[in-house]
Structures are given as structure tokens and as C-alpha cells.
């Protein structure tokens, strides 16, 4: 048994978002990067378990390659606990938010939810109409229980969320998104981020603010004012010489004026 913190709820989520866990108690991350290791989930196993988890790294086999990151320790012990709030490998698509956390205060419900972000979900931007950061946080599951409890709880919290699913490599997965500055603020507010990549990205999109690209309205506008601008340089430089070559013909009758160039 180990008491409910925020320490051990952000643990479980961490766990229920990209965890492993054998038999035999090796306990084993994949997928943040060296900075959130090194920060966040090393110091954390430390604070909660007095243990040391290492960090490794290889090379990505997948289309885009680079470098990935992971974190393992083992310990019988976490694995037990871990187990015994049911949550164990294979988990893909069973694994669900833990009756504890469902049962507790905002605060664990909200620690167990950064945790699931900070592993296995997103911050990100695309062009919405004339907005070219419009921002979505999301998180994408294959197991539909995770989804659609995480969801009510955000719900519960006073957040606007967009729950769906889609087909890929012809099995189901399930997401919840949010988006627009409003609910990233809430977001930010009453979850964030603990991983330092996802907790800059959306400081910087919420420090910028929202940032419109000129439309096509606006491009129209601006190149009729230019058009009326130059026409109106001209206008007066016709005046101007005008009134130097407007003078009376001599012989005329008086007042009688024409142009002489």
C-alpha cells in the first residue's frame, strides 16, 4: 500500500500513458525525450521509491529516424502496487483510470492527468481561418476506457472537450481534443505540463497570442489604399503643374485663360 499524492498519481498516469510492466518487475518508459528524464521522471522515481532509473537511448528504426529515449528500473515491489491498482502489461487497449483516482479530489484527478500528457499526449498548432497558431491539446489511446474517462473528468473540471475515434491499421483509436487559446489556458491552469518540451510549447503559444495572417480581404484593402494613394500623388502633381504653365494669352479677352505647354 502507498498513500495517494500528487507524486504518485502524476506515477500512474505516466504508467497508464507509456508504461511497461513484466512480471518480474522491471518497470520501463518509452518515448519522452533526455530533458524529461533527466528533469521530471528520474527525480520522481527518487522522491516516491528511493530508487534510481536509468536512462538509455537508440536509434529509431521508424521512417523518420533520430534518436529515441528511455527510462527502466526495477523493483518487485512497484510492480505489485502498480498491479494492484490494475494496471499491467499488456495494457494497450484495457487499461483504464484507476478507481482511486476516479474516487479522489481534483487534485490527484488532475496530477493523474499530467501525467498521461505529459507521455502520450500532444500540444500543437495548424492555420484556422485567418489564425495561423490556432492551438489543440490532445491525446490519442487505443484503449476506449482511458479515453472516454479521462474526458469526463476534463469535462467535470469545466473544460470544452472533443472526444472521437478513428480507424488505424484497421483497429480503433480513440481521442480527446481540445482546442483554441480559451481551453489551453484552462488547460494550463488546472493540468499543464510537467514535460519541459510541452510546458514551453504552450507558454509560447499563449505568450504570443493569438497571430492572424493578412486574408485576402486585407490584402485587397491594402493595395486599394495604396491605388488611391497613388492616385492622389498624381492628382496633385497634375495641379501643381498646372497652376506653373496656367497663365494669360496676350490678346486674350480679360479672365480668358487656356493652357500653354
Known amino acids: 500500500y502507498m498513500e495517494m499524492t500528487d ?6 498516469g505516466v504508467m497508464c500513458g507509456d508504461g511497461y510492466i513484466s512480471e518480474k518487475g522491471l518497470i520501463d518508459i518509452k518515448g519522452g525525450n533526455q530533458e524529461y528524464f533527466s528533469l ?4 520522481l522515481i527518487k522522491r516516491l521509491f528511493g530508487l534510481e532509473a536509468n536512462i538509455k537511448s537508440g536509434k529509431n528504426v521508424s521512417k523518420t529516424g533520430g534518436v529515441y529515449y528511455r527510462s ?7 510492480s505489485d502496487l502498480l498491479n494492484a491498482h490494475g494496471i499491467r502489461s499488456p495494457k494497450t487497449f484495457s487499461v483504464t483510470v484507476p478507481e482511486i483516482i476516479m474516487n479522489s479530489a481534483d487534485n490527484i484527478k488532475s496530477s493523474f492527468i499530467r501525467g498521461v500528457f505529459d507521455t502520450d499526449g500532444s500540444i500543437s498548432t495548424k492555420i484556422n481561418k485567418d489564425i495561423v497558431n490556432y ?16 474526458t469526463s473528468m476534463l469535462l467535470l473540471m469545466g473544460m470544452n472537450v472533443r472526444p472521437g475515434n478513428c ?4 483497429k480503433p483509436r480513440y481521442h480527446v481534443r481540445l482546442y483554441g487559446f480559451k481551453e489551453l489556458q484552462k488547460y494550463m491552469d488546472k493540468i499543464g505540463f510537467l514535460h519541459p518540451t510541452k510546458q514551453s510549447k504552450a507558454n509560447k503559444i499563449l505568450n504570443a497570442g493569438i497571430v492572424r495572417r493578412a486574408g485576402r480581404s486585407t490584402g485587397r484593402c491594402a493595395a486599394t489604399y495604396s491605388a488611391l494613394q497613388a492616385i492622389d500623388i498624381a492628382r496633385m502633381a497634375l495641379e501643381f503643374k498646372t497652376h506653373t504653365i496656367l497663365r494669360e494669352v496676350p490678346g486674350s479677352t480679360p479672365g480668358q485663360s487656356i493652357f500653354r505647354i
Open 40 to 43: 521530471v521522471y528520474c527525480p
Open 135 to 150: 492551438p489543440t491539446v490532445a491525446l490519442n489511446s487505443r484503449s476506449q476506457s482511458l479515453v472516454s474517462e479521462i
Open 72 to 78: 527502466h528500473f526495477y523493483s518487485k515491489y512497484v
Open 167 to 170: 480507424m488505424d491499421k484497421s
Open 7 to 12: 507524486d504518485f498519481a502524476y506515477f500512474i
